[in-house]
């Protein structure tokens, strides 16, 4: 079973899911704040929210997803437009399980956000068309990325 969310943020309506079946929610950025939740089943809140637009979306997973081996599909995201999305690493996440999956993601000019004692850290992005895309594991990383489209 899986736990979906949909928002819709004009032009982009993203339906987002996790393998495990954990809870997974979509907010807009503009509508986050400084104290807001960074995962679903963590108490850890936001201390700064980055560089990211307005018009993007924040997809809040569960930090327990990062046990996820790098060749599994974590979670999936289905977009009804072309996106670009980000993956916000903090603690050098980046050299965990997305080291195994990185192909085509770039660094982006994204700021990261800040939670405890962790972050900024590195942004990478990539493009997709619309339809599903799929965020592989994490490999047991100290923590899960947080993205963003």
Known sequence: PTTTTTTTAAPVSVLVSAVSGRLMQVVNVSDLQIGDFVFTDRSVVFSHLGSFSDSCLYIRGPNDDKDTPASLVQWLVNSSTVVTVYLDFWDDQ?????????????????????????????????NFPAGEIELFGNDGSPGNRLPSV
């Open 94 to 126: 980046e050299f965990y399980g997305f080291s195994q999956w990185s192909d085509g993601w770039y660094p982006a000019a994204q700021i990261g956000t800040q939670f405890d004692f962790y972050g900024p850290g590195v942004v990478y992005q990539k």
